[in-house]
C-alpha cells in the first residue's frame, strides 16, 4: 500500500498539553494536583489491613489521578526544553515543577509505604479483589526490603531535586550547547553534535577521525566539570541505595525497577562479554571490505560505498510505513496517527537534544517523538525505532497509567522490530548485491551499538560504581573505560588514546544508571522473535500483539513465559549470537 500523505521535516505541537509556560491552565492542573493531594492525605487514617475494599480502590484511584496529571504537567516543559535545551524559562520551570511534583509525592507518600508494610497474606486479600491494578500493586512491594521510614523517604524525594536531578539538568545543558569545531569541506565548520555524527559515518577517513577528535577535544576541556557531575551521581546512587537502602549491588536498583532477576542481567552481560569475538570477527571483515590495513575505532561505522545515497523525510517516511504495512496494516497506521497529530519534531537546529526519543504522557495522550533526521539511512533506521516505540505505547494505551508503560528491557522490544522490519523490506526491493552486503553491514553495525556496545557500557558502569565510591578521579574512569574497550575489541579495532572519553558523552549513564543494558536485552529478544517471525510468518503476528498489548501490566517473566522464552537459559540468549553468526557467515559469502 503506498502512502498518499506527504510528511516534512518539521516540528512538533504540544498545545495538547499547554498553551505556553503562561497558560493559566499550568496554574489550574496544580491546584487540582493539591486537591488530589489532600483527598489522599484524608485517608491517612483509615489505611489497616481490614479497610473495605471499596475505601481502597478510590485511594487507588487518586493515585492514578495524580499520576496522570503530574506526568502533563512535567512533559510539556521537558519537551520545551528538548526542542532548545538553552531555553531558561523551560529549564527554570522544570526546576519548579520537580519540586511541586515532589512535595505532593511526599503528601501522599504514606499509602505506598503502608502498602509495603502489609504481610503477604494480608496484602494478598487486596490484591485478589483489584485485578486491574494487581501488577502495579505487587511491583510496589518488590521494593519492600528497600523502603526506609516516611520522614527519611520525604527528605530523599526532596534531595533528588536539588542533587542527582539537578546534576543531569546541568549535565544536558552544558552539553547540548556545545558545538564543535572540524574542517570539512576545506573550510572550518561549527557543528551541533548530531551535525558532527553525520561524519563518523563519512566515506573520508580523514573526516571520521577528525569528528570523533572534534568531539572529544569538547569534551575533554571540560572533563574536570563533567567527571565532577558523573562522580556526584554516583556517590549519590552509592549513599541512597548502598548505603541507606541496602540493595545488595548497584546494579540491582536498576533490576528491581525493571523487574528483572538479578542473575538473569548478569547471564545475559556474561553471554554478552563470551562472544565478543563474533563482533570481533566482523570487524576484521569489515577491515577487508573497506580495504584498510588497520580498522581504527575511527572506522568501525565506515560505509562500504561512496554512493552518497540520501533520503528526503517524506522517502523516509514511505519506507517506515511500506514495511510496517506489509507486516500489520495497523502497525502502519499506529505511526501515522504520530504524525497526523503532529507529535514529531524532526528537524535539526542549535541547542536541540541530541539523539531521539519517545515521550509517552498519558493512555489518552499519543506519544511524542523526537528526531533529527539528516537524511542518512541511519536516520530512518531511527525513525523506525521510535515509531516503534510508538506503537507499543499505543498498542497498549488500554490500560491505565501504571500499567501502559512496560519495564526497560521490553521497551526496546517494538523498536528493534520496527527496524528490523524497515532493513528486510528495503532488502527486499534491493538487487544489487553491493548495496545488499552493505545493507547487511549497515544492520551488523547497528547489532553492534545496540548489543555489544551498550553491554560494555553496562560493564563499565558496574566497575565506574565500584571505583567512585572508594575515592578514584576522572583519570581513573579514562584508565577503566580504555580497558573495558581493549577487552571488547581485542586486536579487531586498533583504539585511540582520546576514546578514553566516550564515556563521558552518553547521557543513560548520567541520567538513568544501567539503563543501557536493556538495549543488549532488547536486541537479542528481538533476533530470536523476528526468526520466529520468518518461519511462522502470519501466524506468529497475534502472539507479538500480544506481547506488546501486555504493556507493563504484568511481569516481564510472565510476559516472556506466553511467548515460550525462558530467559534465565542462557541457551537463549546465545540464540541471538547464532543469529548473528549466520550474519558474518553470510557476509563473508558476499566478500
Known amino acids: 500500500m503506498k502512502n498518499t500523505q506527504k510528511f516534512e521535516s518539521s516540528a512538533w505541537e504540544l498545545n495538547e498539553l499547554f498553551s505556553g509556560l503562561k497558560d493559566p491552565e499550568i496554574k489550574r492542573t496544580q491546584k487540582e494536583l493539591s486537591s488530589l493531594a489532600a483527598s489522599v492525605a484524608a485517608y491517612r487514617g483509615k489505611l489497616d489491613d481490614k479497610m473495605d475494599i471499596k475505601t481502597f480502590h478510590e485511594v487507588i484511584e487518586l493515585l492514578r489521578q495524580i499520576a496522570e496529571k503530574s506526568n502533563i504537567l512535567g512533559s510539556y516543559p521537558f519537551l520545551l526544553f528538548c526542542e532548545n535545551t538553552q531555553n531558561a524559562e523551560a529549564l527554570a520551570f522544570i526546576g519548579q515543577v520537580e519540586s511541586f511534583v ?95 555524527m553525520k561524519y563518523v559515518r ?21 572533563g574536570v566539570i563533567i567527571g565532577q557531575i558523573y562522580q556526584n551521581i554516583v556517590r549519590d546512587w552509592h549513599n541512597e541505595h548502598i548505603r541507606t537502602r541496602n540493595y545488595p549491588s548497584p546494579i540491582a536498583v536498576r533490576n528491581t525497577v525493571n523487574d528483572i532477576p538479578d542473575q538473569v542481567v ?13 563482533f570481533q570477527r566482523y570487524f576484521q571483515l569489515k577491515k577487508k571490505a573497506l580495504k584498510l590495513k588497520t580498522l581504527r575505532r575511527y572506522d568501525i561505522y565506515a560505509p562500504l560505498s561512496k554512493s552518497g545515497r540520501k533520503y528526503t523525510f517524506s522517502e523516509a517516511f514511505d519506507l517506515m510505513q511500506q514495511s510496517f504495512t506489509a507486516f500489520d496494516p495497523s502497525f502502519a497506521e499506529m505511526a501515522m496517527k504520530v504524525f497526523r497529530e503532529k507529535h514529531v519534531h524532526s528537524t535539526v537546529q542549535h ?174 529478544l528481538v533476533l530470536s522473535l523476528y526468526q520466529r517471525y520468518k518461519a511462522e510468518g502470519s501466524s506468529f503476528i497475534p502472539s507479538y500483539k500480544k506481547i506488546l498489548a501486555a504493556g507493563g501490566s504484568e511481569a516481564p517473566e510472565k510476559v516472556l513465559a506466553a511467548a515460550d522464552i525462558n530467559f534465565y537459559d542462557e541457551a537463549f540468549w546465545q540464540g541471538g549470537f547464532s543469529v548473528l553468526e549466520e550474519n558474518v557467515s553470510e557476509i563473508e559469502r558476499y566478500l
Open 351 to 524: 541547542g536541540k537534544r541530541s539523539g531521539a526519543f519517545c515521550a509517552t504522557i498519558t493512555p489518552e495522550l499519543t506519544p511524542w517523538v523526537l528526531l533529527n533526521f539528516q537524511g542518512e539511512f541511519s536516520d530512518v533506521s531511527t525513525m523506525a525505532h521510535e515509531l516503534g516505540h510508538a506503537i507499543h505505547s499505543l498498542s497498549s494505551a488500554h490500560h491505565h497509567i501504571f500499567h501502559q508503560d512496560v519495564c526497560l528491557p521490553l521497551a526496546e522490544t517494538a523498536s528493534t522490530f520496527g527496524e528490523m522490519l524497515l532493513t528486510d523490506y528495503v532488502l527486499k526491493q534491493e538487487n544489487d548485491p553491493s548495496v545488499k552486503v552493505e545493507i547487511l553491514m549497515q544492520q551488523m553495525d547497528h547489532n553492534y551499538a545496540s548489543i555489544q556496545r551498550q553491554a560494555y557500557f553496562a560493564l563499565f558502569e558496574k566497575t565506574a560504581h565500584d571505583l567512585i565510591p572508594n575515592g578514584t578521579d576522572v583519570d581513573g574512569l579514562n584508565a577503566a573505560y580504555l580497558e573495558n574497550l581493549k577487552d571488547q575489541f581485542g586486536k579487531s579495532v586498533s583504539v585511540s588514546d582520546e576514546f578514553k572519553w566516550e564515556w563521558s558523552v552518553i547521557p543513560h549513564i548520567f541520567a538513568t544508571p544501567f539503563y543501557v543494558y536493556a538495549y543488549a536485552f532488547g536486541q537479542l
Open 266 to 278: 548478569e547471564v545475559l552481560l556474561n553471554t554478552c562479554q563470551k562472544n565478543k569475538n563474533v
Open 102 to 196: 515532589a512535595e505532593i509525592n511526599n503528601q501522599t507518600l504514606f499509602v505506598s509505604l503502608w502498602w509495603k508494610s502489609l504481610s503477604d497474606e494480608q496484602a494478598r486479600s487486596f490484591l485478589e479483589q483489584t485485578a486491574d491494578y494487581r501488577y502495579f500493586l505487587e511491583a510496589l512491594r518488590k521494593t519492600k526490603p528497600y523502603t526506609l521510614p516516611e520522614t527519611v523517604e520525604k527528605v530523599i524525594n526532596l534531595k533528588n531535586v536539588t542533587g542527582s536531578n539537578a546534576l543531569l539538568t546541568l549535565y544536558e545543558a552544558i552539553t547540548n550547547r556545545y558545538q564543535f569545531e572540524m574542517i570539512a569541506d576545506r573550510k572550518k565548520e561549527k557543528l551541533t553534535y548530531d551535525s558532527l
Open 202 to 222: 563519512d566515506e573520508n577517513p580523514n573526516l571520521r577521525k577528525r569528528a570523533y577528535q572534534a568531539l572529544y577535544r569538547v569534551h575533554e576541556n571540560d
